[in-house]
Structures are given as C-alpha cells and as structure tokens.
C-alpha cells in the first residue's frame, strides 16, 4: 500500500522520445505550414489577378528558389557554427516580414512584377538558411532507436497542417483575395518563430570554430561525394523536384483556371497530395523497411503521375486520386531517407551535409520555373507536362542502377548517427529523448 504522502505520478501524454524541443519544432512546423501552403497558392493567384502570365507566374516561382541555390551552402555551415535555433528564429523573422510586405502590396492593389520577385527573394533567402538549420536540429535530438517513428510523426503533423493549409488557402484566395492569404502567412511565420525561441539546447555541446567557412564546406562536400548513395539520389532529385515544381507551380494554376474552375479545386487538389502525405506517413508508423533506399527510391516513380494527370487533364477528382497516391508515395521516400541520413551522417555535418541536399535538390528549380512559360510556348502545355512526368521516370530509374541505393541496409539496432570517418568526432548525444523536417 503506497503511502498518503506519496504524490502521484505525473501522467504522459506524449511518447517518453517526444520532448520538449520536439513538442515545440513539430507545432512550429504545424503553424508554417499552415500558412505556407495556402500562401504558395495565393503568389500564384496573385500575379494571375494583376494581369501576369504563365512566363510571369515561372520569373515569380524562380525569383523564391534563386535565393536556396545561392544561400544554402552558407547557411548549412553558418548552422553548424552558430546555435540552430537561433538561425531558425531569424529566417523567420526576415520570412514574416517579408510575407507582410507582400500582403500590404497585394491589397494595395496594382501590384508590380518586379516587387512581387522582389519578396519572393526574399522569403527564400530566409529558406535557404531555414531549411538546413531546421534538418540539422531535427537529426540531433532523438536516439537512432525511435527516428523512423519520430520522423514519421513529425512529418504526418506537417503534412497534416498542410492539408488545411491548401484547402483554406485555395477558399481564401478565391472569396477574400490571395493577399489575406498572404496577411495569413505572415502571422504563422511570427508564432513559430516565437515558438522555436524558446527550445532548449543547454544539452547541445559547443561546437569548436573549425578551420573557417570554406573548410567547413570542404568538409560537407568530402561527406558528400564519398557517398554514392547520397550523391546519386541529390542528382535524382534535381531533375524531380525542378520538372515537379514547375508543374505544380507554373502549369497547375493554369490548368485549374482553363478546366478545373480556379484556385479552389487547386487548392483541393494539393490538400489530396497531403492527406496522401498523412497516409504514408501513418504507413512508416509501423513500417520498417530493411533496405532504405531501394524502398525509398521506387516510390518516387509515382510523382509522375499529377504532371501526366495536368496533361490530361484529368477532372478534379481524378487530379485528387493520383495527388493521393503521389503524397502518399513520397513521404515513404522522405521517412527512409531522413532515417538514412541519421543513421550514415555524423550529427557535427548534419546541417552542412542537408544544405548539399538542398542545394542539389534545387538547383535545377529556378531555372526549370522561369523556362516553364516559354517551353509552353514552344512545345504546348500537354507535351510540357508529358514531358515533366517522363523525366521524373528517366531519373528514378537511372539511380536504381547505384548498388548502394540497391543494397542499403538498416542497421538493427542504431543508438545514434555514427561517427565521421573523416576525423572528427560527433558532439555527444543529447541528454534528453527529444528530436525535431524538415523542412519548414
């Protein structure tokens, strides 16, 4: 018989992995994305009602992804040497301030071409040294043990806020206007900023000046190219993310004004593609696939498949189901290949080794987005889209020829990153069981 003295356990409402600093990151990721999805269709809309054209819409969509090509280098290192949490809070203060400006602008009315590339540079500088902050600190806090489910769930509450967050975004834009939309955005930013400002890192050892920028670099790109199956799955997704994003970004808005009835079915379209993001997410839960990358790699064949259903183009139903499956089908990619990078990257590099995947990854997008307009032009807007979703094939399959993205194995039993075979020793494990996407 206990005691009457005895005070009763606290009781969990959380995961015992799931701690403070995951907690926060994960609602701070919740609340961006919120905003940043519906805001993503907003800009388009935006350029649309102030008279801009699909070669408009691809300058707008090139001018937000020029910055992650030019930035996420420096930013990667700067995150490595500086507090993450501290980089994060700033790119969402200059994301916030920038959003608002964009917003004041839309509503203002008469909006120019060059102000709107203008912010849009803006919000992605503030990405592109977000992004490799955000992955570095996500890959530091939780044993190796629980990152597939920690990722998993992590990302399901992501993806899960962007449902809502294309939904409400593609409603808002169609009765209020995109600039609310944008209003919106801005305010997410602020809260998640003052979300993450409160992380604690006492647990996070100080991390030594190192050689200076450049030899930080040197080192992120010696972790990088030693790694076949990093490198190759980088190259894959230049071309997938570039031939993706500017179908989505370019050609979707298009095809929803000319056959689907405007930015609303749109914006249901994309909340399809998250509620698949969800489902895979809930899939990975569970789901450990032994050979990462392979299983990873063939479920990107399926993000061809709203690219041939634009060219289609398939009714809005249609375009939902095959959005489901793609949403679906990448996030089993993004769970297994986070858990690779936590299990192959030491945890000092994370941050550097995530801005080369950045920066591979969209390398090819600014360019992709502003050739958009005249390759439909040129070639038409069917056998543009055709052409988007032959490409995602071509480079999926090229990959797959990689023995190591073939062969890649989970480790059975995994107590964290393991150390770098290049000299340095990673910073000791956190003392608490939190971990923190991604990307947002």
Sequence with gaps: ????????????????????????????????????????IAAAFAVQEAGG???????????????????????????????????????NALNCLS?????????????????MMLLSGLLGTGTAFFNPAAEGMLLSTVSGEHANRAFALFRMAMNGAGIGGAALGGAMAAMMGPGWVLAVDAAAFAVAGALR????????????????????????????RTRPWLWSIVAQFSVVVAVVGAAEAVYGPLVARDHLGGPAPWGLALAFFGVGTIAG??????????????????????????????????????????????????????????????????????????????????????????????AESAFGRTAALWGCAALVVLATALVLLIP?????????????????????????????????DAPV
């Design 1 to 40: 018989m206990s005691s009457p003295s005895a005070a009763p356990s606290p009781r969990r409402h959380r995961p015992a992995w799931a701690g403070r600093n995951y907690t926060l990151l994960t609602g701070a990721a919740v609340v961006t994305n919120l905003g940043s999805h519906g805001a993503l």
């Design 53 to 91: 054209t699909a070669g408009d819409l691809g300058l707008v969509a090139a001018a937000r992804t020029l910055p992650l090509v030019l930035f996420l280098l420096i930013g990667g290192a700067i995150a490595d040497r500086l507090p993450r949490h501290h980089v994060m809070v700033a790119a």
């Design 99 to 115: 959003q608002a400006a964009f917003a004041l602008l839309v509503l203002a009315g008469d909006p120019q071409l060059w102000q």
């Design 197 to 224: 400002a409160f992380l604690d890192v006492s647990h996070v050892a100080h991390r030594a000046p190192g050689g200076g920028l450049l030899a930080d670099l040197r080192e992120g790109w010696v972790e990088v």
């Design 281 to 374: 997410a809930v899939l990975m839960m569970a789901w450990k696939p032994r050979r990462l990358l392979l299983v990873g790699t063939l479920c990107v064949f399926p993000l061809a498949l709203p690219s041939a259903g634009l060219a289609v183009p398939l009714p809005v139903w249609g375009l939902c189901g095959v959005m489901f499956v793609s949403g679906a089908a990448i996030e089993v990619f993004g769970v297994n290949w986070m858990t690779t990078m936590h299990q192959e990257i030491p945890e000092e590099k994370f941050s550097r080794v995530s801005a080369y995947d950045w920066f591979g990854s969209v390398s090819m997008l600014p360019l992709a987005t502003a050739v958009a307009g005249p």
């Design 404 to 436: 190591d993205v073939r062969h890649l194995t989970r480790r059975a039993k995994e107590s964290g990153p393991r150390p770098s075979p290049w000299g340095s020793a990673p910073d000791p494990a956190p003392q608490t069981p939190a971990r923190l």
